[in-house]
């Protein structure tokens, strides 16, 4: 069998390597981080030390030098210093004494720990004195760097035959007591410095073995914890689910186990789960088919109903279009043919010699008359047209950003001329700019309209006030005027279809509008009042951005 197939089909192989996982991970981060901890604990350690050997090294030549040198007996080992004058004297049993100074007592004392392979330690400077003080690449570079005050201390690892040292240096500085040795530098500059070597190939060993102590006591540690977790998730819980998967394979025909059925457990609660599905399955089941049959029944008969609907709502819309098509055929096309007939005989009865027009006179009324109503009917049929597809959503907007107080101020010049003939004075207070997201065309139509239906029921000398302005999430025009008013009967009533007012109309030129605003999600009314009327509407703004 593929091991990859067997993985995914078992639960407890799942649990045990997602378990696996995460406490490899864990005692990976674990270890990493104790690892990092001993090895800075290890630096700070040998660091440390590192210091403190210096800082001794420091307090003896401070000791030497306070005190001048020291005298030591010539002996067949030590050697003169040829870098001191007056460096021998005797006394008055005849020892010779050789003085040594501090440059000279701290190489002595780094030869002998370096025999004894502890640690050394060298003396050394940029400026020589002796050229067996002579800076390595280390130490030089260390010297530099003091000198320039960019460090007070520099320590590295180095290899050396294969073997790791600790290397430690500071520098020193020109003291008081140095000055008569070293008369060429100044108190407290820097005349060298002192590196500490300190083996730690040894502790590197024991870190390493350390580590790999710790690896083998976590692979056991983790073996056992992995055997303890597995064997106690398989008893506890991959068992029973097993169990309740045989079971359930084989239902109705088994029944399950009663004990499992009594814990208290999430097993327990599983197993009861179950039960209580199996139960409501077999009880639906039951009744199952009654309800499939009922219900493709009444789905049939709403299907039914449907095509029912479908079919009547075809046959409506095909009357509806032949309606308006025969009625725009059958009208504009006879009621244009008579507007031009009457337009040429107007023509004719208006060029004639004044007996003849006087004698015509009351033939060129009744022409007036039916030409006048020829341009009516023209005009209902045009706005039956232009309803019909603004309800049946047939009508195309063209919808722009746009200023509407620049739209109010071109219709409302447009009226001037007409409102001067009748001496209708109009006053215009508009707010700018009104920014609006509409069919200026469609706008402009309303527009049209309500400031023609001032000119055509307003008396002479009446007075006209037109308001544009923004009111909140709207922009709101208001057309006044103080004439006659609506009739309190048509109120309620005057944006419906064929409602015509005292002096007539085709009754369709609000309803237009109506449609028009709310098209633009607007709102179109008549404002209640006493005298004269004020016709509203409003539609969306463009707010501007701050």
Known sequence: MNPLRYIKKSLSLKVLIICALLLFFTLSVAFYFLKSRQESLLMEQVQSQAKILFKQIVLTRRWVADHGGIFVEKLPWVKKNIYLK????????????????????????????????????????????????????????????????????????????????????????????CISCHPGYGLGSVRGGISVTLP?????????????????????????????????????????????????SRYPESRLDERSLMAEDEIGELYRAFQKMAEEIQQYH?????????????????????????????????????????????????????????????????????????????????????RSNTQRLIKMVECSLDLEKIESGRLDMEFSDLDLAGTIDDTINSFRPLFNERSISVETEIERPILVHADEDRIRQVLNNLLGNILEHCPACSRVKVEGYCSGDWAVVKISDNGPGIPSSLKERIFDKFVKGPRGGTGLGLSICKSIIEAHNGEIGLLNQKEGSTFYFKIPRIKKEK
């Open 286 to 370: 039951s009744s199952l088919k009654d309800k499939i049959k009922e219900a493709t029944q009444e789905l049939q008969r709403t299907n039914q109903k449907l095509l029912e609907a479908n079919r009547l709502y075809r046959q409506l819309s095909q009357r509806k279009s032949d309606f308006i098509s025969n009625i725009s055929h059958e009208l504009r096309t006879p009621l244009t043919s008579i507007k031009g007939a009457v337009d040429y005989l107007h023509t004719r009865l208006s060029t004639q010699s004044p007996p003849q027009r006087l004698k015509d006179e009351e033939m060129r009324n009744f022409v007036e008359i039916i």
């Open 200 to 248: 730690v190939e040894h502790l590197y060993k024991k870190m390493a073995r350390l580590n790999r102590e710790m690896i083998v006591a976590g692979l056991i540690i983790s073996f056992l914890l992995l055997a303890i977790l597995f064997f106690s998730i398989r008893a506890m819980a991959i068992s029973p689910i097993v169990k309740l998967k045989k079971q359930i």
């Open 86 to 177: 007056d460096s021998e004297i005797m006394d008055v049993s005849g020892k010779r004494y050789i003085k040594e100074n501090p440059a000279y007592v701290t190489r002595q004392l780094s030869e002998y720990s370096k025999q004894e392979g502890l640690y050394w330690f060298h003396i050394t400077s940029l400026k020589l004195v002796n050229p067996a003080n002579a800076p390595d690449e280390f130490e030089r570079k260390a010297l530099r760097m003091f000198e320039r005050g960019e460090a007070d201390e520099l320590s590295k690892i180095e290899y050396v035959d294969g073997a790791r040292y600790y290397r430690y240096i500071a520098p020193l500085y020109v003291e008081s007591a």
